[in-house]
C-alpha cells in the first residue's frame, strides 16, 4: 500500500530548514528515503528501521514513530544540492519490495 | 554498496514490438526488483525477481506482458511485450531494500510510437 507523502512541494531559500513527512497506514518494518534529480537513478539518503536502528549520510536526519507508522525527514541549512523529489519507500515486511509514496518537489533558490 | 548496470538508456520502439532491458549488479544479490516510474511520478513496483525462482507480479502487472528472467544472482531481464503507447515509461531495476539501502539501475526511457 503507497504511503502518504506531504507536503507535495516545497520552495526554500538557501539556509533554510524544511520536514518531509511520510505516513502509512500498515505496520512498518522499515522506511527509505531517497532523493531523485531529473533524469537520474534514486540516490539512497536514509533507512530507519523498526527496534530504532538508523543508517544514512551524516548530514541527514529523520524520525520514525512506529506506533504511528510515520516518519520525517529533516533538512537543515539547505544548499542548492538538495534541490529534487524526495520519496519515502515502505516495507511492512513483506520481502523487501519498497512501496514508494508520490514524492516530495524540493526547490532550493539562491 | 553495490553497482547496477542497465541498458539500454533509452529506445524508441514501435507499437506491438517487444523490448527487453537488462540490468547486471557487481555483486551477488538474492532478490531484484522492477520499477515504472512514469514522468514526474512515483515508482510503481511491477515484479519482484529471485533466482530460481518465477518472478512475483504484483496487481496490475502479468507475465504474458513483462516476462521476467533471473538466470543467476547478478543479472535480470525485464521485456515489454507487444508495445502500446500506454507502455512508454521510465523502467527501473533494483536490489537491495530491507535493513539495506536500495541501489538502482540508472533506468532505461522507454517511447513506443
Known amino acids: 500500500q503507497q504511503p502518504v507523502q506531504s507536503p507535495q512541494a516545497v520552495i526554500l531559500r538557501e539556509g533554510e530548514d524544511a520536514v518531509i513527512n511520510c505516513s502509512s497506514s500498515k505496520a512498518l518494518y522499515s522506511v527509505h528515503w531517497y532523493r531523485q534529480k531529473h533524469g537520474e537513478a534514486p540516490v539512497f539518503l536514509m533507512i530507519l528501521l523498526k527496534g530504532g536502528e538508523q543508517k544514512g549520510h551524516e548530514k541527514i536526519s529523520a524520525s520514525f514513530n512506529e506506533k504511528k507508522q510515520q516518519s520525517s525527514l529533516y533538512l537543515t541549512a539547505s544548499q542548492l544540492s538538495y534541490s529534487g523529489t524526495y520519496f519515502c519507500?515502505?516495507?511492512?515486511?513483506?520481502?523487501?519490495?519498497?512501496?514508494f509514496g508520490k514524492g516530495t518537489s524540493l526547490l532550493v533558490t539562491p | 554498496s553495490a553497482v547496477i548496470s542497465q541498458k539500454p538508456s533509452r529506445d524508441i520502439c514501435q507499437r506491438g514490438t517487444s523490448l527487453t532491458i537488462q540490468c547486471q549488479v557487481d555483486s551477488q544479490v538474492t532478490m531484484m526488483f522492477w520499477y515504472r516510474q512514469q514522468p514526474g511520478q512515483s515508482l510503481t513496483l511491477i515484479a519482484t525477481?529471485?533466482?530460481?525462482?518465477?518472478?512475483?507480479?504484483e496487481s496490475g502487472f502479468v507475465i504474458d506482458k513483462f516476462p521476467i528472467s533471473r538466470p543467476n544472482l547478478t543479472f535480470s531481464t525485464l521485456t515489454v511485450s507487444n508495445m502500446s503507447p500506454e507502455d512508454s515509461s521510465i523502467y527501473l531495476c533494483s536490489a537491495g531494500g530491507g535493513r539495506t539501502e536500495a541501489f538502482f539501475g540508472q533506468g532505461t526511457r522507454l517511447t513506443v510510437v
Open positions: 525477481a529471485n533466482q530460481g525462482s518465477e518472478a512475483t507480479y
Open positions: 519507500g515502505t516495507e511492512s515486511g513483506s520481502g523487501y519490495a519498497l512501496n
